[in-house]
């Protein structure tokens, strides 16, 4: 399967603790997304990367949310001192910015429980 | 502000019937738009999308899109609904210039029934 993939796919934490993720895009794809999805609600846009640079970040995106892209490959959303509110499925997407290719493809997302 | 609203929280239809799940947006200038489709513990999957062209846009499991840009408007439709798809549906929106990021709807539940 060469789609996008997501690790860990569930993280229980409790409130306080560091979190991290990671995403593994589609290999041709130099655009790389991350959304948050809460119960009942589409994902919101949290910030993205072309290659390995991060080139918009959401308001959505507090201090404590830090995400990279090093090598323009994988990326990895860390979450510190993380709250109850940080509960959610954070999703990630990659895109291929060419002409004609707008879609962009998600993963099966990481379900964080804060406690 | 940018928005897009998905009127109906779910929708029910009978197998068989043609379905149409609504989507209406608030963009400033031509925005590109898009269809997801989520199962239950999967990832979004695309079905479709309009960026330009026709406005009635064909997908993936026999879906199509009817783009109306007077009434702001890109509804999901299908001459004939089957069991399998029922899940939740989300309209999305990528703003012109603005670096790709999608702006989602709250998504509308589809329930097929036999």
């Known amino acids: 399967d060469t789609g996008v993939s997501q690790d860990p796919r569930h993280k229980i934490t409790k409130r306080g603790q560091n979190v991290t993720f990671r995403c593994d895009p589609i290999?041709?794809?130099?655009?790389l997304y991350w959304y948050r999805q809460t119960l009942g609600q589409g994902p919101e846009f949290l910030t993205y990367?072309?290659?390995?640079?991060?080139?918009?970040k959401s308001r959505l995106l507090s201090d404590r949310f830090s995400a990279e892209r090093p090598k323009g490959s994988f990326s990895t959303l860390e979450i510190q001192r993380t709250e109850q509110g940080d509960s959610a499925m954070y999703l990630c997407?990659?895109?291929?910015?060419?002409?004609?290719?707008?879609?962009?493809?998600f993963g099966p997302g990481t379900r964080l429980t804060v406690t | 502000a940018q928005s897009v609203a998905q009127p109906e929280d779910q929708v029910n239809v009978a197998e068989g019937n043609p379905l149409t799940v609504k989507c209406t947006y608030s963009?400033?200038?031509?925005?590109?738009l898009f269809w997801y489709v989520q199962y239950p513990n999967r990832g979004l999957q695309f079905l479709l999308k309009y960026i330009t062209g026709d406005n009635l846009v064909k997908g993936s499991y026999g879906f199509e899109a009817e783009f109306n840009k007077s009434q702001t408007s890109f509804h999901l439709k299908k001459p004939s609904a089957l069991v399998s798809d029922s899940a939740l549906y989300f309209c999305a929106v990528r703003p012109p210039n603005q670096g790709g990021k999608l702006i989602f709807g709250q998504g509308t539940e589809l329930s097929v029934k036999p």
């Open positions: 997407a990659s895109s291929l910015a060419d002409r004609g290719h707008f879609e962009q493809y």
């Open positions: 963009v400033s200038g031509n925005p590109y």
């Open positions: 290999s041709e794809h130099n655009r």
């Open positions: 990367f072309q290659n390995e640079a991060q080139l918009e």
